[in-house]
């Protein structure tokens, strides 16, 4: 699944670590989020929509 | 690996110290008393069975740090780690046994499905790494 996490995370000037610790995950959590290595679960997928506050379907893509 | 440790993580590493510590001093006193035949009766059947009740210890820890690690990246990590040891280990032990009852092969001491398991952690980690990248996982860094 595509998603715009490394454009949201750079519009925000935040790093991997600090996104990392706003969603109390690891930054390798991030990181294999951000590369499409690893779909998060739907309470995580919502943490990353708060977080950001946008909609899910505003920041993971459908696709593979 | 990472320097970084989760809570959870930091609980197994604690809890396999603890395991491979009971491990050393009751394999130890197993030999000793034991298989050196000072012992006899069910005292000397608890003392044998103790070295492998450490190390059940650390499949117990391992199963811990599943329910316990709350990031699911790294859980998911974890589990895939566990499933290529329990599948190496079941695999060369099943193997082994055939040739064994073929007469290919001599007898192994059934605890050294144990030592496949935990060499299957590294074999984890090392699958994890090169479909994942970065961290192989977190199991076995303290057996």
Redesign the interface.
């Known amino acids: 699944m595509n998603n715009r996490l490394r454009v949201l995370r750079a519009e925000r000037g935040w790093s991997q670590q600090d996104l990392a610790e706003r969603l109390?995950?690891?930054?390798?959590?991030v990181?294999?989020?951000e590369?499409g290595?690893?779909d998060?679960?739907l309470p995580?997928a919502f943490r990353i929509s708060d977080v950001f506050g946008l909609t899910i379907e505003a920041i993971f893509l459908r696709g593979e | 690996m990472?320097s970084?440790k989760?809570p959870a993580q930091r609980r197994y590493v604690f809890r396999v110290m603890v395991a491979m510590a009971g491990y050393m001093v009751t394999l130890t006193a197993a030999i000793r008393l034991v298989r050196d035949g000072h012992m006899a009766g069910p005292l000397a059947w608890v003392l044998a069975a103790l070295p492998g009740l450490c190390v059940i210890g650390v499949f117990w820890a391992a199963a811990r740090l599943v329910i316990e690690e709350?990031?699911?990246?790294?859980r998911?990590l974890l589990v895939r780690q566990l499933l290529v040891a329990a599948g190496f280990a079941l695999s060369v032990a099943t193997v082994w046994g055939f040739l064994e009852n073929a007469g290919l092969v001599g007898h192994v001491d059934a605890f050294y499905v144990a030592i496949l398991f935990f060499a299957g952690l590294g074999l984890g980690s090392l699958y994890n790494r090169l479909t994942?990248?970065?961290?192989g996982g977190c199991a076995g860094e303290g057996a």
């Open positions: 109390e995950v690891s930054r390798q959590s990181n294999a989020i590369t290595k690893y998060p679960s995580l | 990472t970084f989760s709350t990031d699911e990246y790294r998911m994942m990248g970065g961290d």
